[in-house]
Nanobody, 126 residues
Framework: QVQLVESGGGLVQAGVSLSLSCAAS????????MGWFRQAPGKEREFVAA????????YYGDSVKGRFSISRDIARITVSLQMNSLKAEDTGVYYC???????????????????WGQGTQVTVSS
C-alpha cells in the first residue's frame, strides 16, 4: 500500500508560479509511474503530467506543455510539479497518483494509477 501526501496548493493570481509536491511512502515496487491529475468543478479529471521512476521520462497534457514541469527526487520518493504562467483555467483540485506496479495503460490514462492522494486545491484568479 502506497500513501501519498500532497502539499503546495493555494490561491494565486494569473501569471505567477506555484509548486506542488507529493511525498510517497509505503510500497515496495521498484518500477512505477507518478503523475498529477486535476479536476475542475463540473469537469472530468484531466491528466496534467507524469514521470517514470526508473528512467525519468516525462509526459505532459497539451494544456500545460511549456508551462508546467514535473520532476522526481528518487532519494526522497517525492514528485514535484512546477507550474509557471498560471491561468484561470488551471484552477482545480490537483491529485497526485502512483501506479503501484500496475501496467497496461499509458501514463496519461488514470486507469494506470492504483493509489491517489487526497488532492490539493489550486485557485488562479484572473
Amino acid at each position: 500500500q502506497v500513501q501519498l501526501v500532497e502539499s503546495g496548493g493555494g490561491l494565486v493570481q494569473a501569471g505567477v508560479s506555484l509548486s506542488l509536491s507529493c511525498a510517497a511512502s509505503g510500497g515496495t515496487v521498484s518500477r512505477y509511474v507518478m503523475g498529477w491529475f486535476r479536476q475542475a468543478p463540473g469537469k472530468e479529471r484531466e491528466f496534467v503530467a507524469a514521470v517514470t521512476w526508473n528512467g525519468g521520462v516525462t509526459y505532459y497534457g497539451d494544456s500545460v506543455k511549456g508551462r508546467f514541469s514535473i520532476s522526481r527526487d528518487i532519494a526522497r520518493i517525492t514528485v514535484s510539479l512546477q507550474m509557471n504562467s498560471l491561468k484561470a483555467e488551471d484552477t482545480g483540485v490537483y491529485y497526485c497518483a502512483h501506479s503501484g506496479g500496475n501496467y497496461g495503460y499509458s501514463p496519461q490514462d488514470s486507469r494506470l494509477y492504483r493509489f491517489w492522494g487526497q488532492g490539493t486545491q489550486v485557485t488562479v484568479s484572473s
